[in-house]
């Protein structure tokens, strides 16, 4: 298992920039898959923007070209960097890591884009 902490939401104007980062309990070497979802209210949870151990990423196609997903192995985190934030981005976003015997989210960060 692993312990997820999400880091970096918070009010940002449409246009705007922010970056979230998600911090791992251990060492992410090992752990194949790690994403960032959204849900928000009265919504599913989204994928976002994902990323393998290789370094291949994918992405939704909404923030495709907006959002770059990028993992620190050597820190243990993996971190979303969003530019050109829209309202419809608004949401809780959650740290996702899938390893071969689990499954792990965080507790989510709010992003909230002001129109």
């Known amino acids: 298992q692993v312990q997820l902490v999400e880091s970096g939401g918070g009010l940002v104007q449409a246009g705007g920039s922010l970056r979230l980062s998600c911090a791992a309990s251990?060492?992410?070497?090992?752990?194949?898959?790690m994403g960032w979802y959204r849900q928000a209210p009265g919504n599913q949870r989204d994928m976002v923007a994902t990323?393998?151990?290789?370094?291949?990423?994918d992405y939704a196609d909404s923030v495709k070209g907006r959002f770059t997903i990028s993992r620190d192995n050597a820190k243990n985190t993996v971190d979303l960097q969003m530019h050109s934030l829209k309202p419809e981005d608004t949401a809780v976003y959650y740290c996702?890591?899938?390893?071969?015997?689990?499954?792990?989210w965080g507790q989510g960060t709010q992003v909230t884009v002001s129109s």
């Open positions: 996702r890591a899938i390893g071969s015997l689990f499954g792990s």
């Open positions: 990323i393998t151990s290789d370094g291949s990423t």
């Open positions: 251990r060492s992410i070497l090992s752990i194949y898959f």
